[in-house]
């Protein structure tokens, strides 16, 4: 039997918004008379969230969840919801009701006018901070600029994607998820329906500054090698300017014979230049640090247990040693390998 329609939620600490976040959701989704699932990801959360899933899973078939072994941050939850969806057209949610469920009707019917994703565009934020406002909307315009994908301006990942798009995503590899991004990649015809964002029903963000620095971190390193060239770019010019002191200093030395000790330039120009040098590094840094987390290719998350079919209920941790043995088999070739070549 075929799913219509699959509503991924990520859950992080979310006790109060799931009740009636689920209403809400049954509602619209008996209101469109389609077969449907809801896929709640319980990302670690530290209240009684997992208790509400499993409450109403237990009343209401179509509840299925995953419950994470830590809390593996949103992005990382939604795509264990992609990685276990059966419907023919996936939602993305936000489970604290910032993002009404009463518009996936209408992006549903426009889906079904031949688009592959429709996501909602947000006509204005209500309840958030001035600042949260101000970076947001700062970060998807530099990031727009950058990139040389279309990743559509003030848009959050509430979206409806057609299965195709789904099964490209569960083949997309990365470590480091930035689905507004990969979903803008993947192409096929994709539209926006506008909405006014709501304030969070209940409780507090999830997303601490920290999180969301490395999420936008992530969004341009995944997306983008102009910091790179940065670096190459800032590295020419410094070194043009440096040439032109040298002649300058060699000129003051032997020709002119005017020359004082320089201590200013010369602190100036060891500051500029090593400030130069470390901003390089880091930028290097950063992509270095994602090359490494994608070759060591770990899982990207970890289920302590889920109701989903097929999926081994509880004791997926056996599922996790074994792949941790298997990669612990790699190293051990690896390192047997080069042994032999150095004896
Ligand atoms: N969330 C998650 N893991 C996290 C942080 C958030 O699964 O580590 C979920 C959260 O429960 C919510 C969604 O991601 O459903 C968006 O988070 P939040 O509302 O806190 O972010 P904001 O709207 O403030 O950007
Ligand atoms: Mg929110």
């Known amino acids: 039997m075929t799913t219509d329609l699959s509503i991924i939620v990520p859950i992080y ?3 109060e918004n799931i009740n009636k976040l689920y209403l809400r959701l049954k509602a619209v989704a ?3 008379k389609v077969s449907h699932e809801f896929v709640f990801i319980n990302d670690g959360s530290r209240d009684n969230s997992l208790a509400l899933i499993k409450e109403l899973a237990a009343k209401d078939s179509s509840v299925k969840y995953i419950n994470f072994s830590r809390n593996f941050g949103h992005q990382i939850a939604v795509t264990a919801g992609i990685d276990h969806v059966k419907g023919n057209a996936v939602v993305i949610i936000d489970a604290d009701l910032q993002d009404p469920p009463e518009l996936i009707p209408e992006m549903y019917a426009k889906m079904k006018d031949g688009f592959q994703v429709v996501y909602a565009r947000r006509r204005r934020r209500a309840g958030e901070s001035l600042l949260k ?3 947001a909307k ?3 315009r530099i990031l727009a600029g950058i990139t ?7 848009t959050g990942d509430f979206r409806i994607m057609d299965k195709v798009i789904v099964d490209v995503l569960r083949e997309m590899p990365e470590q ?3 689905l507004r991004g990969q979903i803008s990649w993947i192409g096929f015809k994709q539209t926006y329906v506008e909405y006014d964002r709501d304030e969070r029903h209940a409780g507090e963000t999830g997303y601490t500054y920290k999180k969301m620095i490395r999420f936008a971190l992530d969004g341009i390193t995944s997306f983008s090698n102009l910091p790179l060239k940065f670096a190459t770019i800032a590295g020419f010019v410094v070194s043009g300017i440096t040439f032109l002191v040298i002649l300058y200093a060699l000129y003051a030395r032997f020709i002119a014979k005017d020359y004082v000790p320089g201590w200013t330039s ?5 500051l500029f230049i090593g400030g130069v040098q470390l901003i390089t590094i880091g930028i290097i840094g ?3 640090s994602r090359l490494s987390a994608n070759v060591r290719n770990r899982p990207l998350y970890i289920k302590s247990d889920t109701n989903i079919e097929g999926e081994i209920n509880t004791k997926c941790f056996t599922d996790a040693e074994g792949e941790l043995q298997e990669f612990n088999a790699i190293e051990e070739d690896v390192v047997e390998g080069v042994l032999s070549f150095l004896v």
């Open 286 to 288: 950063e992509y270095i």
């Open 148 to 154: 040389s994908i279309d990743i559509p301006v003030d």
């Open 266 to 270: 010369l602190i100036l120009a060891v």
């Open 13 to 15: 600490n979310e006790q």
């Open 176 to 178: 480091q998820k930035f």
């Open 138 to 140: 700062m970060f998807y």
């Open 30 to 32: 008996e209101g469109m």
């Open 133 to 135: 406002k101000f970076t």
